[in-house]
């Protein structure tokens, strides 16, 4: 009984020692990384990509950029988009989507053609929320879009900010 007495005790020290030591690390790397958290949510200043189409017999069109909020509360989006291997009747096509809090959306699109560089586009906006991009393909013949990638977001406004 006298042992097992002296186990206990002896393993309630090296608790309350570890957990001495553990919680003001713990709450140090937690004060370090709110900051951090912070930052990445109001950073969306920044590279957005490669973004791509859906792939059509071993191409596909892909775009990346910027966004930054200016001086002025105006969103701005540029970029490059790509259409590299894809056959004469396809090209590259992009889309950025604009949204403000009302949810009134407006689309830019740009187009590229051919394989050889590049096309650059800007686009922006003021009183944006959010700004979604899409990559796809624009069949020339059928005048529509094709093989588009997914919506995805590369700008949101914090609130909280």
């Not at 004469?88 to 689309?107: M, R, S």
Request: charged share 25%.
């Amino acid at each position: 009984m006298r042992r097992t007495t002296r186990n206990l005790l002896g393993l309630a020290a090296v608790t309350a020692t570890a957990l001495a030591i553990a919680l003001p690390a713990s709450a140090a790397s937690a004060s370090a990384t709110a900051p951090a958290a912070a930052t990445i949510a109001a950073d969306f200043e920044d590279s957005w990509g490669y973004n791509y189409s859906k792939w059509y017999d071993g191409s596909r069109a892909k775009a990346r950029g910027d966004v930054w909020a200016d001086e002025d509360g105006r969103v701005r989006v540029s970029g490059r988009l790509y259409d590299k291997n894809s056959p004469w009747y396809l090209c590259g096509y992009a889309q950025v989507k604009f949204e403000n809090e009302d949810g009134d959306e407006w689309t830019r699109s740009v187009q590229k053609c051919g394989s050889s560089g590049y096309r650059s586009f800007h686009y922006s906006g003021h009183e944006v929320d959010s700004v979604q991009v899409r990559v796809c393909y624009w069949h020339s013949e059928q005048e529509k879009k094709k093989y588009c990638g997914r919506w995805d977001y590369i700008f949101e406004a914090d609130e909280d900010l």
